[in-house]
């Protein structure tokens, strides 16, 4: 096993009826901003019950985060920060709308470089991600999730999108100080969404398990047990007798924060190509998050599979239960079952299920290497000679 530090400080209040919880966790004296997205809340109750439990709070909102939420959006809450003196900053939504806040939250405190290229100390926060400028400082932040999926309200990642170009950071100090997860809350979610959201968390539990073995037991086990759970309950959130099951939406729920709140990649390899060609995908033509994982992942399996074979071997016995066969025939078979099961989740698992060819992945690997993103992978040796040989493989 790697060396590792674990810290995970957000507290959670997990089960129905706990969004009350914020009205304690959330200081009384804080000038709290209330961020969501384009109004799910305001349909669905959550709204009502989230300003219900703020009555004795003073509290202000902004709205409008789109899905993959963009740079322009989320600076225009910084006019509001200023004029009221937001202190605190309070998420309900889904990924996009706590990714947001947490940029919110740090750009709202960003110094900037005093080194900066013209030397003037101005402050960009765009730089945040595009040049990676450490964060320092940001504004406390608590969230209130109605989307399991990306483990946003949980860990320090935020991805932001600009012009195209979807970036990231990372940083402790955007972590939410507190998450609610009341499963309830996702019975207004599309067929759609839970889709997508079934498969981010299992490919966020893929990306740091199927890499190479260092004998991390307990984050191999850890991992195999959130896939099985998700492989077996996923199907249930979308079929016409299980789907409003309230004990299926549970274990969904916590399943997605588990996948991606730190626990299971410490200690061991983590690999996150297929997230980094997928942010391509979404940048380039909007696809969903979850959607350019599900075409990447089972190309990437194919092409990494000598790479990847010890671990492929280890998740087609203890995940999908594959003893028969030769080597190659069992991976093969684990790869096309979770082909299936992207399948059974309703999400595309090819370029050309999204009418895109190969005339579209030039634009692709233009983009990866304009970023950076050259040498990808647990080994960093994914060139980009072989995201692309990936994204062929995904046609
Ligand atoms: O905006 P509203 O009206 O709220 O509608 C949203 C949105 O249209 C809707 N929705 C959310 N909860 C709902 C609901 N509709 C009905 N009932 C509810 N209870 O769902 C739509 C999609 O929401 P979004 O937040 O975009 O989805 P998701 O949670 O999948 O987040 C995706 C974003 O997270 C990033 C992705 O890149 C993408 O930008 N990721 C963040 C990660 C992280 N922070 O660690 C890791 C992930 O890999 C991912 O990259
Ligand atoms: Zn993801």
Not at 176 to 192: E, G, I, K, Y
């Amino acid at each position: 096993m790697l060396n590792f530090n674990f810290k995970n400080p957000t507290s959670i209040h997990f089960g129905e009826g706990q969004i009350q919880a914020i009205s304690t966790e959330i200081p009384l004296n804080a000038r709290v901003l209330l961020v969501y997205g384009g109004g799910s809340i305001k349909s669905n109750g959550v709204y009502q019950q989230v300003t219900d439990a703020l009555k004795e709070h003073t509290w202000f909102e902004f709205s409008g985060i789109e899905p993959n939420p963009s740079y322009d959006t989320l600076m225009k809450a910084q006019d509001i920060i200023k004029a009221e003196n937001i202190d605190y900053l309070l998420a309900v939504g889904g990924g996009s709308v706590v990714d947001g806040v947490k940029f919110i939250a740090a750009a709202a405190l960003y110094q900037g470089d005093a080194n900066n290229e013209d030397g003037s100390g101005e402050s960009d926060p765009w730089d945040i991600l595009a040049k990676q400028q450490p964060v320092t400082k940001a504004l406390p932040i608590g969230a209130v999730l109605t989307l399991p999926a990306t483990g946003s309200e949980s860990n320090g990642n935020s991805v932001v999108t600009r012009d195209g170009t979807k970036l990231s950071f990372s940083s402790n100090l955007v972590r939410p100080l507190f998450a609610v997860l009341d499963p309830t809350v996702t019975l207004t979610l599309s067929d759609r969404q839970i889709g997508n959201g079934v498969v981010d968390a299992f490919i966020h539990i893929i990306e740091q398990y199927l890499t190479y073995s260092v004998n991390g037991k307990v984050q191999d086990r850890f991992s195999e047990g959130l896939l099985q759970t998700l492989i077996e309950e996923g199907p249930k959130a979308l079929a016409a007798d299980t789907k409003d099951d309230l004990e299926v939406r549970a274990n969904i729920m916590w399943s997605a924060t588990m996948a991606l709140n730190g626990l299971i990649g410490a200690g061991v390899p983590q690999d996150w190509s297929t997230h980094i060609i997928g942010h391509e995908l979404t940048g380039a033509f909007g696809i969903d998050h979850a959607r350019t994982l599900s075409i990447v992942l089972p190309a990437l399996m194919k092409v990494r599979r000598e790479q990847k074979r010890e671990k492929l071997l280890q998740y087609a016995s203890r995940v999908w239960q594959v003893t028969e066969g030769d080597d190659d025939t069992r991976i093969d078979q684990a790869i096309r079952l979770t082909e299936e099961f992207f399948e059974k989740m309703q999400v595309p698992t090819r370029l050309s299920d999204i009418d895109l060819g190969s005339k579209d992945i030039d634009l692709l690997v233009e983009r990866l290497e304009q970023h950076g993103m050259t040498a990808l992978g647990e080994q960093g040796d994914i060139s980009l000679a072989i995201s692309r040989e990936i994204l062929t493989q995904a046609l």
